[in-house]
């Protein structure tokens, strides 16, 4: 009888609701629980929190999943295997454990997968002859005139497969690339080499299969229903209960996705297409730690409904070297929001605008940037976004403003916004606003890709039991 894994995937970010994992635990619908917790952006959330206290730096959902999900899954002999460890998985695995021992669990194994911080190693490298380049700009990195505030490396699925070769019940990562996690329990689970000279055609298919399957389940609800304009003007099924993918893979690296039974949202062909799509940039070079994925003979059939056949991913060699995300500190962001109502909403909030850059000409401030978006016109795609009749505008019920600034100084941005305070009553009628009034300038961090031998990195696994 041919073996299957049931790897569900319950968590697409840093925040998404613990409902759909909750769903998939309580039915035992899955072998493992995938949670993918970052994105490039998240490990900028995660530093802030270690700027404030160094003992964070992990995903803090994983605080409501240790009380609430994995009690479940340790009870139904179901694994967890997510990257929430972000950029402290010690620490992580320490306050699961702590978790844990409160709700009187014992008998547990808590893997956490460190060694993607290459921060201590950023002023040393070029001395070795790595050439740390933006990888868009071509630009060098410069420590000296970086604020630098963390530096990570995306890795592959190794340390997966090394953790559950050693009995780990809960895996808490660093920044193993979202579809390794996958991959990782499915070389586990069916013996596939990850790595060497010899692989043949085969291994790579199947490494390319198990980063497919890895890669439509790691956006959670996106894969099932959630997020889907293919499934939009015909759609037939509720947000409000969504659940999350499931995938059901074979040896031969070939799947067939669905969901838990009972839930909402929907697995088809098109909600599958629109993931496989999204954030690969080349479909048939789909670049990832363990392997090159080409996805351009893939396979997506309908079986029936809520179930979804894939198979036909390619593989080509990995790359030799692995990227590298350097976060620098790059000043602070101060946002207001301001709206405007009918009559003459956009008229309006115009005359506003134009009041505030008069005034703010008048201040001895300095800022990088300034945006000032009109929400309801050009809010989302700003100078793309298709202009509007004026008959439209005209009679519009409401407009809003957002205005953005950058800054260095972290009293100019509040400094410019009580500064147009007296336009509440100075200014044009039908005014409200949101309430802080810049108090809230927010420490604004930025990315430097680069690409670093995968020599620099030296992954290590701990174990914490309880």
């Known amino acids: 009888m041919n073996k299957t894994i049931r790897i569900a995937g319950t968590q697409g970010f840093y925040g998404d609701s613990p409902m759909g994992a909750l769903m998939v635990a309580h039915q035992h619908a899955a072998d493992y629980l995938m949670h993918d917790a970052l994105a490039e952006l998240t490990l900028s959330i995660l530093q802030k929190d270690k700027l404030r206290d160094p003992n964070l730096g992990y995903a ?28 402290n998985p010690q620490s992580a695995a320490k306050k699961v454990a702590e978790i844990l021992r409160k709700k009187g669990i014992s008998n547990a194994k808590i893997a956490s997968i460190s060694g993607d911080n290459l921060l201590d190693q950023l002023e040393i490298l070029p001395s070795q002859g790595i050439e740390l380049n933006h990888i868009e700009t071509g630009i060098a990195y410069d420590p000296k005139t970086s604020k630098t505030t963390h530096a990570n490396v ?10 559950l ?13 979202d579809p390794c996690l996958a991959l990782g329990i499915l070389a586990y689970e069916f013996g596939w080499k990850l790595e060497g000279d010899n692989l043949t055609d085969e291994d790579l298919n199947k490494l390319a299969s198990g980063i497919t399957i890895g890669h439509i389940i790691e956006c959670g609800g996106q894969a099932s229903g959630g997020n889907s304009y293919a499934e939009w003007l015909g759609r037939d099924y509720s947000f409000g209960t969504l659940g ?5 893979v074979q040896e031969d690296g070939s799947a067939v996705l669905t969901k838990a039974p009972n839930t909402g949202g929907k697995v088809s062909r098109n909600t599958i297409r629109e993931q496989l799509v999204y954030e690969i940039h080349n479909p048939a070079h789909y670049i990832t730690p363990d392997v090159i994925v080409d996805l351009t003979d893939i396979k997506v059939e309908d079986l029936e409904e809520n179930k979804v056949a894939v198979s036909g991913a390619k593989g080509k ?15 602070y962001l101060t946002e207001h929001l301001f709206y405007f109502s009918w009559p003459y909403a956009y008229d309006k909030a115009k005359a506003f605008v134009d009041a505030a850059q008069e ?14 978006n009109y929400l309801g016109i050009n809010g989302i795609h700003e100078d793309a976004a298709p202009k509007l009749d004026p008959k439209v505008i005209e009679d519009m ?17 509040k400094m410019m916004i009580q500064s147009i305070i007296c336009l509440a009553l100075n200014g044009p009628p039908g005014i409200t606003a949101s309430m802080n009034w ?4 927010s420490v604004r961090l930025g990315l430097f890709p680069c690409l670093v031998p995968r020599s620099c990195v030296q992954e290590k696994i701990e174990f914490t039991l309880i």
């Open 317 to 331: 060699k990995r790359p030799e070297q692995l990227k590298l995300c350097i976060g620098q500190m790059e000043g």
């Open 359 to 372: 005034i703010w000409s008048m201040l001895p401030v300095e800022y990088q940037d300034l945006r000032i």
């Open 397 to 413: 019920n409401e407009v809003g403003i957002r205005i953005a600034i950058q800054h260095q100084d972290k009293k100019v941005g």
């Open 165 to 177: 070769e050693q009995g780990a019940d809960i895996i808490l990562a660093g920044r193993v690339a």
């Open 438 to 441: 810049g108090k809230m300038a």
């Open 154 to 163: 995306y890795v592959g699925a190794r340390a997966i497969l090394d953790a």
């Open 244 to 248: 999350y993918p499931i995938a059901h």
């Open 60 to 87: 803090r959902d994983i605080e409501l999943h240790a009380a609430r999900l994995y009690p479940i899954t340790l009870a139904k002999g179901m694994k967890v295997v997510t990257n929430s460890g972000g950029l």
